[in-house]
């Protein structure tokens, strides 16, 4: 089956420190693959994405890149901000699996002024 | 664009009660939405997938007869907790899959339901 896997959390980073969050997958099929982002007491936001191999998903600053010969997609950033700090959860979409989303564990990102 | 909303942000109600949260996608339509738990601390644990018009596909171990889901149209669907109990306090989060974006799913703010 589908499986998300993270590295452990927490995380904590002083502001403008370099980021890397690691996310490796399986999957039968040839998923997407996505980075979600929760701020406390919200719900998940769309942080970027990638549907195909060597794709560069990129959006406020963060980037990751669709590797499949490692099957993974590790989340980085060049310089954090305070308000970055939230839960950041990896997923897969199988289109073979209806689409539905197999989610990472999730890690707790903490950036200190 | 793709915004999701849900309503009620919050709900507070007695035990044995029923409580419906509603999802609508505001700018696109929906043929499918998914329904989410989380608890505290942990990743989301999907519900049931819901598809417009069509009875919802529950996942293993979820009670259709307490989680009841309708999807009534391409813009909203509701999910009803029957004769809520304790156990049932959680966050409720639904997504909404875009007809034309097949894969990203895009996701409410959540619900946060306690029962006393």
């Known amino acids: 089956g589908n499986s998300v896997t993270q590295m452990e959390g927490p995380v904590t980073l002083s502001e403008e420190a370099f980021l890397t969050i690691n996310c490796t997958y399986t999957?039968?099929?040839?998923?997407?693959l996505f980075w979600y982002v929760q701020y406390p007491g919200e719900g998940l936001q769309l942080l970027l994405k990638?549907?195909?191999?060597?794709d560069k998903g990129s959006n406020k600053g963060f980037e990751a890149t669709y590797r499949k010969e490692t099957t993974s997609f590790h989340l980085e950033k060049g310089s954090v901000q305070v308000s970055d700090s939230a839960v950041y959860f990896c997923?897969?979409?199988?289109?073979?699996?209806?689409?539905?989303?197999?989610f990472g564990k999730g890690i707790t990102l903490s950036v200190r002024p | 664009g793709a915004v999701v909303s849900q309503h009620p942000s919050r709900v507070i109600c007695k035990s044995g009660t029923s409580v419906k949260i509603e999802c609508r996608s505001l700018?696109?339509?929906?043929?499918?939405m998914f329904w989410y738990r989380q608890f505290p601390k942990q990743s989301l644990m999907l519900m049931a997938t819901?598809?417009?018009?069509?009875?919802?596909?529950?996942e293993q171990g979820v009670e259709k007869d307490k989680f009841l889901i309708n999807h009534a149209s391409l813009t909203l669907s509701t999910l009803t907790v029957t004769s809520a109990h304790p156990e049932d306090s959680s966050f409720y989060i639904c997504?909404?899959?875009?007809?034309?974006?097949?894969?990203?799913?895009?996701f409410g703010p959540g619900t946060r339901l306690l029962v006393l």
């Open positions: 997504s909404a899959r875009d007809r034309s974006e097949q894969e990203t799913q895009y």
């Open positions: 999957a039968t099929g040839y998923p997407s």
């Open positions: 990638a549907t195909k191999a060597d």
């Open positions: 819901s598809n417009e018009g069509s009875k919802a596909t529950y």
């Open positions: 997923a897969l979409s199988d289109p073979g699996a209806n689409s539905k989303l197999t």
């Open positions: 700018d696109f339509q929906a043929t499918t």
